[in-house]
């Protein structure tokens, strides 16, 4: 298991960094599921965005704001990410972009994904530079719908941050 960003476009001018590739990790990514998984989550964040929040330079606060947030097996994974950028320039947002449809998507295809939107719904504040924290990015389409949700309160979102990708 070796860190190396990877950056993607999943819309125009925006882009997903990941730091893994997701056949190097999923077996911890599926931790998710088990009684031990926040801390093989915390592992992985103090190896990636712990390491990333250290060495971001930024003028002014960026807020880090995980996708979906729910407690739904023992612990979050997306909170747990987020609170390792907690730094100088980054600060986590908690319980504020959260899924009306938590269907499941692991193993879905494309079009079932763009059939079963998660209609996000946002209880934050407006008008912040916003940084988005997932897990995994496969077609990206969640990130980009929470990302038009967070826009819709004038947030700006610079960029996503996921410990693996896909296609990577």
Do not use: W
Request: hydrophobic share 40%; with cysteine.
């Amino acid at each position: 298991m070796v860190s190396s960003f990877n950056k993607r476009e999943i819309s125009k001018d925006f882009f997903v960094f990941s730091f893994y590739r997701y056949e190097d990790i999923k077996e911890l990514l599926n931790s998710k599921y088990e009684f031990f998984g926040d801390r093989v989550f915390n592992i992985l964040a103090q190896l990636s965005f712990k390491i990333f929040a250290d060495n971001f330079n930024v003028d002014e606060t960026v807020y880090a704001i995980p996708i979906d947030d729910h407690t739904r097996h023992q612990f979050s994974q997306t909170a747990i990410l987020a609170r390792s950028l907690n730094s100088r320039g980054i600060k986590p947002v908690y319980n504020s972009l959260k899924a009306s449809n938590i269907v499941k998507y692991a193993g879905c295809d494309l079009e079932y994904r763009k059939k079963n939107p998660r209609d996000f719904k946002y209880r934050g504040k407006r008008n912040l530079k916003v940084i988005l924290v997932d897990d995994l990015v496969t077609s990206g389409l969640t990130i980009i719908e929470a990302k038009k949700k967070l826009q819709e309160y004038n947030c700006e979102v610079l960029f996503a941050l996921t410990l693996a990708d896909v296609k990577f």
